[in-house]
């Protein structure tokens, strides 16, 4: 997974927020999003691979994915989390 240092460091490319990981229980709500293709990106793009995991802003509004061990920190790739986190 992504190490420590790197987390520290990355930052939202639309605010400049801090981003942490996301913990597994949202993780597993995200591919069951996934697995009923129900799972869409800011831009509209439905997401068909599972996630290893996400980074979360510090607003915990949006969520960018991590696909194949590469977070994806592209603002239209980005996840609305308001029905994810509970």
């Given at each position: 997974?992504?190490?420590d240092?790197?987390?520290?460091?990355v930052?939202?490319?639309?605010?400049h927020?801090?981003?942490?990981?996301v913990?597994s229980?949202?993780?597993?709500?995200?591919?069951?999003?996934?697995?009923a293709?129900r799972?869409?990106t800011r831009g509209?793009?439905?997401?068909d691979k599972?996630?290893?995991?996400?980074?979360?802003r510090e607003?915990?509004?949006?969520?960018y994915?991590?696909?194949?061990?590469i977070p994806?920190?592209l603002?239209?790739e980005?996840?609305?989390?308001d029905?994810?986190?509970?």
């Amino acid at each position: 997974m992504l190490d420590d240092e790197f987390i520290a460091m990355v930052r939202c490319p639309e605010d400049h927020s801090k981003l942490t990981l996301v913990d597994s229980a949202t993780v597993a709500r995200l591919n069951a999003a996934v697995a009923a293709r129900r799972l869409k990106t800011r831009g509209g793009q439905v997401i068909d691979k599972p996630l290893d995991g996400a980074l979360i802003r510090e607003d915990r509004r949006i969520l960018y994915p991590i696909i194949d061990q590469i977070p994806i920190l592209l603002i239209d790739e980005a996840i609305p989390s308001d029905e994810f986190l509970r």
